[in-house]
């Protein structure tokens, strides 16, 4: 057994640093042998906090073993299964509002905010694991009760848990990172300087290193997208490995039901599920702060319909039973909403098909040019065959042209695309990060209110469901996609 007081004790290659005010020794290993506190190893540049009764191995797997005791037991953490809590909190709680220095900087569309004390810049200190953080909802609250903030000033810590909870995690060698979603910024930039200053004093609460990242505006920083957790990991880091095992991140945007608390209060459903997805989409450890700051048991949720996992990529455009050409002429109707792969389909799958023309309102402007056009394709020659490559959603849509086909007796196929409307949000989604091209999501909601499944009773002699089968340009877009989005 051992005495700390007030100083530092350097034993070998382990240092102890000694806070008898609040009942704790911070311990960091220096040397290359690793040591070890209750049986855990620790290697060069850990660093651990001990309590009262914790055991501390100079050399790990060895019988050099010690307790910590306290003199004068302090009054919390007499045991290592009682850790500080209540009075460590009401101590930090006391502190007045630290003002950081100016260490914001902007990084393609993301603001990074950098404690200057941040771990990863000093030598010896390798970081292994990231301890995250939702800000809004999970961090602080508003002081109001509102659902948004009033002001700058409409804020408070969370939970009275919060703030000695990520101080441990710091000591114990976590980076302590905040992730947020700020596009209310990216909207109107005098929002900036008001919201870092409230950034500042929030992580002034906190007296210890926080990086932040704040994504401003609807892009691949925007969570559940995994862009601002790569920037950290590529230029934000240090240029240390992230242990993803060992990482987790919490957040309040969990996809929980309305539900009632074992107090009977009614809690309100989650506004979204972005943070649970986005922990999802890095591959790491998920917490709700209720899970994670008052080791509150496991709640329900509900995760999106659409799995973009699931999405096969070695699959055929149609059931072997259909045929995609036949050997005569013939009018095919598209049926499929924005989103859906159609144009892909037909470009890739059909117009290599020499005698078929594609008509396309796209490209012609109007539903009565597209019928024109295949009128007089239909009408003056032998052979072409012709593809109506609009959406085509419902019944009167589909009569237009099949009218047609009907008046010169000519054989009429429907290809509808085999994707649901989530799948196609995804996919709307999925080519506004890569290629900065989005339609506006209410023609996909509007096709889907429109829609009418397609039958043989209109006067089509077959009816083909083509399955969406994704290209990628790289193994990077394909991840990419394979990630939630929305
Ligand atoms: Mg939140």
């Known amino acids: 057994m051992f005495k700390i007081t007030n100083f530092i004790l350097f034993i070998s290659i382990v240092k102890f640093e000694a806070d008898y005010s609040v009942g704790h020794?911070?311990?960091?290993?220096?040397?290359?042998?690793?040591s070890a506190i209750n049986n855990q190893s620790m290697i060069k540049g850990e660093k651990r906090i001990l309590y009262h009764g914790d055991k501390v191995s100079l050399l790990f797997n060895s019988n050099y073993t010690y307790i910590l005791n306290f003199i004068t037991t302090p009054s919390y953490g007499v045991s290592p299964n009682k850790r500080p809590t209540e009075n460590l909190n009401q101590k930090i709680a006391c502190k007045k509002i630290r003002p950081c220095e100016n260490k914001w900087e902007k990084w393609n569309s993301l603001m990074v905010y950098n404690s200057q004390d941040l771990v990863h810049k000093e030598k010896c200190i390798y970081i292994f694991k990231i301890a995250a953080f939702d800000l809004d909802g999970t961090l602080i609250v508003?002081?109001?009760?509102?659902?948004?903030?009033?002001?700058?000033?409409?804020?408070?810590?969370?939970f009275k848990e919060v703030i000695s909870t990520v101080i441990k995690l710091s000591l114990e060698g976590y980076k302590i990172v905040i992730f947020t979603n700020q596009k209310a910024i990216g909207c109107n930039s005098s929002n900036a300087m008001p919201f870092r200053k409230k950034v500042e004093n929030i992580i002034g609460m906190f007296n210890t290193p926080i990086q932040v990242f704040v994504s401003i505006h609807d892009d691949i920083y925007r969570k559940p997208a995994p862009g601002m957790w790569n920037a950290l990991a590529s230029e934000f880091n240090g240029d240390k490995l992230i242990n993803l095992n060992e990482s987790f991140y919490c957040g309040d945007g969990a996809g929980r039901p309305a539900r009632v608390?074992?107090?009977g209060k009614q809690i309100k459903k989650d506004h979204s599920i972005c943070d649970r997805l986005f922990a999802m989409n890095v591959g790491i450890n998920f917490f709700t702060p209720e899970e994670f700051f008052l080791k509150a048991p496991t709640e329900e949720f509900k995760l999106p319909v659409f799995n973009p996992k699931n999405v096969m990529s070695n699959i055929k455009d149609i059931d072997s039973k259909s045929k995609l050409f036949k050997a005569f002429k013939e009018m095919i109707i598209m049926v499929g909403c924005p989103g859906s792969g159609k144009s892909h389909f037909v470009s890739n799958k059909l117009a290599c098909h020499g005698s078929i023309k594609i008509i396309s309102r796209d490209v012609l402007g109007s539903a009565q040019k597209c019928?024109?056009?295949a009128k007089k394709y239909l009408e003056t020659s032998t052979s072409l065959s012709v593809v109506i490559d609009n959406t085509n959603?419902?019944?009167?849509?589909?009569?237009?042209f099949i009218d047609i086909a009907k008046s010169l007796k000519i054989p009429c196929r429907i290809f509808i695309m085999n994707v649901k409307k989530e799948h196609a949000m995804h996919n709307n989604r999925f080519r506004e990060l890569t290629e900065k091209k989005r339609l506006a999501e209410i023609i996909i909601h509007t096709y889907f209110t429109k829609f009418e499944e397609p039958s043989l009773s209109?006067?089509?002699?077959?009816i083909v469901r083509i399955n969406f089968v994704p290209h990628f340009k790289n193994s990077k877009t394909e991840a990419l996609y394979k990630m939630y989005l929305i």
Do not use: A
């Open 458 to 462: 209109e006067g089509v002699d077959e």
């Open 142 to 158: 508003t002081k109001s009760g509102k659902t948004f903030p009033c002001d700058n000033d409409d804020w408070k810590i969370n």
């Open 371 to 373: 019928i024109n056009e």
């Open 25 to 34: 020794v911070l311990v960091e290993q220096l040397g290359n042998n690793k």
């Open 261 to 263: 608390s074992n107090s």
């Open 393 to 400: 959603p419902d019944k009167l849509s589909r009569k237009r």
